[in-house]
């Protein structure tokens, strides 16, 4: 069965006061989801061929069974060129890179295993701007890591939602095994 919206997979980050802050205000100049959904990392893409309570069975069975995972950014990326047209600014940790694809692939198994994009390769990520000029997401790669990014953090829990009228909703939320 059929979701009537694809349903996602998502880690918001724990960090302290002054990165959220950070965050947040590229975002707010910089990113066009900054109203529809907070920082994250997404570790499954709109899928709507699973039902919703198999889908969430999944995500909460692995989530029990996985660590909290710590991650630190310390670089901005571009990433340009993708289907939709945009350039992105992504921060991509440095420490914490590996368990969060692991994690990734690891709920792309089950339910959800012929649902996993073999069309980009996955990056762990959390997108901080987004725009249609190149350049500019050149130049703020280039603004915020002259200046230092510093994102340190933890996941410690999976939402699982989707996008409804441009705002994120939350069906369910699977706290990650702690400590990490």
């Known amino acids: 069965m059929q979701t009537p919206h694809p349903l996602y997979t998502i880690a918001c980050p724990q960090v302290d006061a002054s990165a959220q802050a950070f965050v ?5 100049q910089h990113d066009p989801q900054v109203d529809q959904v907070a ?14 309570a198999d889908y969430l069975a999944h995500v909460a069975r692995l989530a029990r069974h996985t660590p909290a995972i710590r991650f630190h950014c310390r670089h901005a990326t571009l990433h340009a060129g993708g289907p ?14 590996s ?23 996955y990056v762990p990520h959390i997108t901080v701007a987004a725009t249609r ?3 500019a997401a050149k130049a703020l790669c280039d603004g915020l890591n002259e200046q230092g990014v510093d ?15 441009g705002q994120w909703h939350t069906l369910g939320e699977c706290p990650l095994a702690i400590p990490a």
Do not use: K, N, W, Y
């Open 84 to 97: 939709d047209g945009m350039a992105h600014v992504f921060l991509v940790p440095d420490e914490g890179h």
């Open 24 to 28: 947040d205000g590229v975002r707010r």
């Open 133 to 135: 000029d190149v350049a």
């Open 39 to 52: 920082p994250h990392f997404t570790l499954v893409f709109g899928c709507s061929a699973v039902a919703e």
């Open 151 to 165: 994102i340190a953090g933890e996941l410690r829990l999976l939402s699982v939602g989707m996008l409804q009228g």
């Open 99 to 121: 368990a969060i694809a692991l994690l990734h692939d690891r709920l792309h198994t089950g339910v959800l295993a012929a649902h996993l994009r073999l069309d980009i390769p």
